[in-house]
């Protein structure tokens, strides 16, 4: 009888323990539902709005081709001359005006699908002409911020290409090590650290 009650008191607080851990869990968006476009965080509008990047030029920045706001951060110790200065500073204007043109079409091409959605309008077809709206805008986004780091990359020497990479964290600093039997003036000069 002994056996028998603890029996039971063993499956009645396990089975307890089950119910408790086995609801299911919330899902990762939750809370997004309230935003006004869902696919769209404020902070993705904003973004969009100033001409950021929104990691779109990642294929070019981790593969060493500098983008002109970082390059405009660290003119000084890149160095950049002023005519590279005024160079990159027309690239990153003419970059960040298209970007925020594009960024509102895209901004407006996704609050017509959230709508569609929201009222239940959407069909196979009208949604395949949003999705390609959609898709047109990222491409050219992209394309506005890769273009930018090949025109700025054009601007530069391979010392201040490989100095930009340093100081961002991608490659070690040419200017940190000199071989030995150099002399330190003319090694820091070849190198760009001057």
């Known amino acids: 009888m002994k056996h ?44 969009l709005r100033r001409g950021g990047g929104w990691g779109l030029a990642k294929a070019a920045e981790l593969n060493g081709l500098p983008g002109p706001a970082h390059l405009l951060e660290l003119k000084d110790e890149i160095p950049l001359s002023a005519e590279q200065v005024s160079a990159i500073e027309r690239i990153f204007e ?7 043109a ?35 805008s990222r ?9 930018a780091y090949l025109s700025a990359s054009a601007v530069l020497s391979v010392q201040q290409v490989a ?16 071989p030995e039997g150099h002399d330190a003036a003319l090694w820091r000069k070849h190198q760009g650290c001057e």
């Open 94 to 100: 003419r970059m960040r005006a298209d970007a925020i």
């Open 139 to 147: 491409s050219a986004l992209r394309y506005i911020h890769l273009t």
């Open 163 to 178: 100095r930009y990479n340093a100081l961002r964290g991608y490659r070690s600093d040419p200017c940190a090590t000199m």
């Open 4 to 47: 028998l009650i603890l029996s039971s008191l063993a499956l009645i607080v396990s089975g307890a323990a089950v119910a408790q851990h086995s609801h299911t869990p919330p899902s990762p968006y939750a809370g997004e539902d309230a935003r006004a476009i869902k696919s769209l965080s404020d902070d993705d509008i904003a973004e």
């Open 102 to 136: 594009e960024g509102e079409r895209l901004i407006a091409r996704e609050r017509v699908l959230e709508e569609g959605f929201r009222a239940r309008s959407v069909t196979e077809d009208g949604l395949r002409a949003l999705l390609r709206d959609i898709g047109e």
